[in-house]
């Protein structure tokens, strides 16, 4: 690539220290600004990741000719505002996920983004690792068969916290939109769009899923048993079994780095390590796009944005789950 792509982070908080600590790993990527509500904290970010400016607020970071891009690092009930005011600034998008808490939020930054032409994807990192695209292969090779079911679990035990963004209603709070996203995505990644979507979840005082068990069902008879939670350590791994044999994604499985597959009793594991925290590789993909004018990206298209957002709705209308009241409407 000739010229580096610029970006911006908006939202300086855990995963934005991840997520920039990566940026400096990618030849084609320059930590070009970032902005907090607090320029106190931008400035002391600034200087840890070598960023080249800060800014006083997220407009002013978007407002920045220079920006090519911004990363929307905020809780999710604000990924839709964030990234609306950065793609009407002439801003390219990289958006946490979700990109929106329901499909209409979604829609109507994608109509944003096709209006003027500007690049736009959801951060779901797990689809540009390495062992993401091995098991790809594997699957389109025939190695398993024909697939059959999908089972993957996502959780993490989480002491109470009204305030923080895992219990708190008004940030987005809940295991399905936070962690459940990752077995949800591997499910369409792999099988599609459900036909049937059952789900049970257990919710907190604060209203919202501490637990959510969910299974699938597909038009061609195939399932996918998936489950998050911030009630307890799972183990994270996700299984794919098929007519001929199965592939194990070792935990973390959204991140992995190993995958055992096993056909008639024999086991053979694949190793494929990651650089940095992982999000190189989705850096890269954006800095590609960018450099290619793509408005989205063919490995992650906004059409699986849309298809994800949808396949959440589905399991929340299920367990009762609504933030009507504590989001904007587009
Ligand atoms: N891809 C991944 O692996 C991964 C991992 C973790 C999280 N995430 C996603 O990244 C997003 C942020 O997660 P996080 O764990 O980094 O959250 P966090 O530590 O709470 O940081 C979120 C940041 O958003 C900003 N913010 C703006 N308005 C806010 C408000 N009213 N309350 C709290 N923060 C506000 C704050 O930055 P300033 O104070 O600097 O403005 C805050 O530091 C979430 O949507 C989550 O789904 C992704």
Not at 53 to 82: G, Q
Not at 134 to 160: C, H, Q
Not at 174 to 186: A, E, N, Q, T
């Amino acid at each position: 690539m000739d010229k580096k792509i610029n970006w911006g982070i908006i939202g300086l908080g855990k995963i934005a220290h991840k997520f920039a600590a990566d940026l400096n790993l990618s030849d084609n990527a320059v930590l070009y600004g970032v902005a907090s509500r607090d320029f106190a904290k931008a400035e002391r970010f600034k200087n840890e990741y070598n960023s080249v400016k800060s800014y006083r607020s997220y407009e002013a970071l978007a407002d920045d000719p220079d920006i090519d891009i911004v990363y929307v690092a905020t809780p999710h009930v604000f990924h839709f505002e964030n990234a609306m005011m950065c793609l009407k600034k002439g801003k390219s998008v990289l958006c946490e996920k979700p990109m929106g808490m329901n499909s209409e939020q979604v829609k109507s930054l994608i109509e944003e983004a096709r209006r003027r032409n500007l690049f736009l994807m959801e951060g779901i990192w797990t689809r540009f690792i390495p062992a993401t695209e091995k098991l790809l292969e594997l699957i389109d090779e025939g190695v398993i068969g024909k697939l059959i079911s999908v089972r993957a679990d996502f959780g993490f035990k989480s002491s109470f916290d009204s305030e923080s963004r895992i219990f708190n209603k008004k940030l987005g709070a809940g295991s399905l939109l936070d962690i459940g996203i990752y077995p949800v995505y591997l499910s369409l990644l792999l099988l599609g769009i459900p036909k049937n979507i059952k789900a049970f979840a257990r919710m907190t005082k604060t209203d919202v899923d501490s637990y959510c068990a969910m299974l699938f069902d597909y038009e061609n008879g195939s399932k996918a048993n998936l489950e998050s939670t911030i009630e307890a350590d799972t183990p994270v791994e996700g299984y794919i079994y098929g007519s001929k044999g199965s592939i194990k994604m070792h935990s973390r499985f959204h991140h992995t780095e190993r995958l055992t597959i096993s056909i008639n009793g024999n086991s053979e594991t694949l190793e494929m390590k990651i650089e940095g925290n992982g999000y190189v590789y989705e850096i890269d993909e954006a800095n590609q796009c960018l450099a290619n004018n793509q408005t989205e990206s063919e490995k992650l298209p906004l059409s699986t944005t849309i298809d994800l957002i949808k396949t959440l709705e589905g399991v929340m209308e299920e367990i009762g789950l609504n933030y009507e009241g504590y989001i904007s409407n587009p």
